[in-house]
């Protein structure tokens, strides 16, 4: 059983292609399974980086990947097939819709405005 934040073996299978196991010089490249792990214990955690739990490898290592598959669409690639997968289940229903909406109030500072009993604009003297 997968431990909480990390991909069971029957995800893992799903998504194992789009990583690809390059064999370089140097030091053995980390698991790119345990790198994803990590990976996912920091965005679902809310976590930095740094705070991350030893056992993924160095953090640094960790959000290099994450980097790396970023701008390699991997996550895309990742969502897209989830969707056709659960689309094939009948577990997508397409006529519903949710809109989700946050609304922040701003300072009038933000706006440009001066602080509520600050100081005005100086006259200048010559």
Known sequence: MAKRYEL???A???VSDLF???HGRGRPRLSDRLMLDGVLWVLC???AWRDMPERFGP???VYQRFRGWRNQGTFEQMLKRLHLRLNEQGLIDLQTWMIDS???RATRASSG???KGGLT????TL
């Open 45 to 47: 955690s809310g976590a």
């Open 20 to 22: 690809i196991e390059t």
């Open 59 to 61: 953090w640094s290592t």
């Open 8 to 10: 069971s073996d029957e």
């Open 113 to 115: 405005a001066g602080k």
């Open 121 to 124: 604009s100086l006259p200048i």
């Open 102 to 104: 946050t609304a922040v």
């Open 12 to 14: 893992w299978d799903v």
